[in-house]
């Protein structure tokens, strides 16, 4: 009996080894990012579509926070667009890592005058507002490896407040390892509580935010349909993380999460 209860006291902390985000030099919860409402792909709608050059300056000039995507292109450069086909928003049927900078950023979004952005010019364009941005990096084959570093030397210069978040620990590891003054977040959710099921052994290791260590996160960005997952609640409880909603679509809800969540990724509305 005594050595069965070991092994589960074992087991256990274990678990909260996997589950911890980051605690060795740990940031002032108030200085870690600034509390805002952040437009999801820009504040986009009507002839803006979501990642545009013109999203990005509505949401800056009505002092929003901003949540974007950024891939690596064929040449190393950083492109800036959630999906890594082009085919839903350019009518293109082809990756964005199969093409170089200049052959992603001819392409209209959506038939409009918009363009897919380079991270370079969203830069540009929100820099005099000193903008903060999260920004998601999209994994690859080759991505994960490459993009962090890309995405280090692109921020540089950058007036405003700037994180990084992913889905992928091992991009976040980049940046723990080589640069841990860069706020870092986890992405995640838990598709059993949407009815889809997890794709394989290690999405359900993400899921249940069992990667954390290997990104130590300072914060951990959770899909809020899904906060019933099991490991986000003992995080919360345990650990008091800080805490980020994504995505959420309407007024009810940004006023429901937003007094339990440090802060909240919109869409569809303004809050």
């Known amino acids: 009996m005594v050595w069965l209860l070991m092994g589960l006291a074992a087991l256990f902390a274990l678990y909260l080894f996997l589950l911890s985000p980051r605690l060795l030099g740990k940031r002032k919860r108030g200085a870690l ?15 803006l579509p979501e990642n545009s050059l013109g999203a990005f300056l ?8 901003i949540e974007l995507d950024v891939h690596l292109t064929r040449d190393g450069r950083l492109a800036v667009m959630h999906d890594a086909s082009l085919q839903r928003m350019c ?27 380079s991270l370079q ?10 903008t903060p941005l999260i920004i998601e990096m999209k994994s690859g084959a080759k991505a994960w490896r490459k993009l962090p570093a890309a995405l280090e030397k692109e921020m540089r210069g950058y007036p405003g407040f ?4 992913s889905f992928d620990p ?10 841990p003054q860069v706020i870092r977040g986890q992405l995640s959710y ?6 889809e099921g997890y794709p394989n052994f290690l999405y359900a290791l993400g899921a249940y935010l069992l990667m954390n260590a290997v990104s130590r996160p300072d914060f951990v960005a959770y899909d809020h349909r899904t906060e019933r997952n ?27 999460l937003r007094g339990r969540y440090d802060l909240v990724i919109f869409e569809g509305f303004e809050p």
């Open 33 to 47: 990012i600034p509390r805002r409402p952040y437009a999801h792909r820009g504040l986009h709608g009507g002839r």
């Open 121 to 130: 010019e969203v830069l540009r364009s929100v820099a005099p507002f000193h």
């Open 58 to 65: 509505r949401a800056a000039e009505k002092g929003y926070g």
């Open 91 to 117: 009518g293109v049927d082809r990756k964005i890592g199969g093409l170089t900078l200049s052959e992603v950023c001819s392409l209209p979004l959506l038939g409009s005058i918009e363009r897919v952005p």
């Open 230 to 256: 099991l490991s986000f609640r003992v995080l919360r409880r345990l650990f008091h993380p800080v805490l980020a909603a994504w995505t959420v679509k309407s007024k009810k809800d940004f006023e429901r």
């Open 162 to 165: 700037w994180c990084v978040e």
């Open 170 to 179: 091992r991009m976040l590891r980049y940046f723990r390892r080589h640069a």
């Open 190 to 195: 838990d598709p059993a509580k949407l009815g």
